[in-house]
T-cell receptor, first 113, second 111 residues
Framework: EAAVTQSPRNKVAVTGGKVTLSCNQT?????MYWYRQDTGHGLRLIHY???????EKGDIPDGYKASRPSQENFSLILELATPSQTSVYFC????????????FGEGSRLIVV | QQKVQQSPESLIVPEGGMASLNCTSS?????YFWWYRQHSGKSPKMLM?????GEKEEGRFTVHLNKASLHTSLHIRDSQPSDSALYLC???????????FGAGTQLIVIP
């Protein structure tokens, strides 16, 4: 099974501070995704990437930036964190084509105070 | 407006009973559906996928798909307490398209 690891697993940040969530995958998947999960909303897509050097906006990109410096790594950056960004963030990777099953990391719980 | 609607929001079934979960997409371009299961405090894991009309069975789990109505359903027979989890439906609009997730159905199986 694909291995996707996220760091940090838990983070408390202050309003206005910068937060970087990191994700590493070891299965050579082209596609990587950042989702946030809030009660009643399921998983909402923030940013995604088709490969090193590429980033695309998802459904809720405002307030977030993404960086894909290599095939293995995909970061989510909150330049000016706000309390509304308190959530659980999941990174996922997946291949292209009809078998685009996503493999998720264990999640990063972010609290912005 | 969510593109993927799931019902019911929550479901309680007795151990050994049948659980039936529903999912409908509003995107006419959808070509693939997935069901993911997420235990409390854990990450979602793919349970089953389907892209052809009809039925697919894996053990106690059966998935149905009606592409004309863009509706899929997941049925769990002989439900076990370990099946208690959040079940997420995901739909994809094209081969390179993004997955859209529904809000999920919280299943509770009572011993």
């Amino acid at each position: 099974e694909a291995a996707v690891t996220q760091s940090p697993r838990n983070k408390v940040a202050v309003t206005g501070g910068k937060v970087t969530l990191s994700c590493n995958q070891t299965n050579n998947h082209n596609n990587m995704y950042w989702y946030r999960q809030d009660t009643g909303h399921g998983l909402r897509l923030i940013h995604y990437s088709y490969g090193a050097g590429s980033t695309e906006k998802g459904d809720i990109p405002d307030g977030y930036k993404a960086s894909r410096p290599s095939q293995e790594n995909f970061s989510l950056i909150l330049e000016l964190a706000t309390p509304s960004q308190t959530s659980v963030y999941f990174c996922a990777s997946g291949g292209q084509g009809s078998g685009n099953t996503l493999y998720f990391g264990e999640g990063s719980r972010l609290i912005v105070v | 407006q969510q593109k993927v609607q799931q019902s019911p929001e929550s479901l309680i079934v007795p151990e050994g009973g049948m659980a039936s979960l529903n999912c409908t997409s509003s995107d006419r371009n959808v070509d693939y559906f997935w069901w993911y299961r997420q235990h409390s405090g854990k990450s979602p894991k793919m349970l089953m996928s389907i892209f052809s009309n009809g039925e697919k069975e894996e053990g106690r789990f059966t998935v149905h798909l009606n592409k004309a109505s863009l509706h899929t359903s997941l049925h769990i027979r002989d439900s076990q307490p370990s099946d208690s989890a959040l079940y997420l439906c995901a739909a994809r609009g094209s081969a390179l398209g993004r997955l859209h997730f529904g809000a999920g159905t919280q299943l509770i199986v009572i011993p």
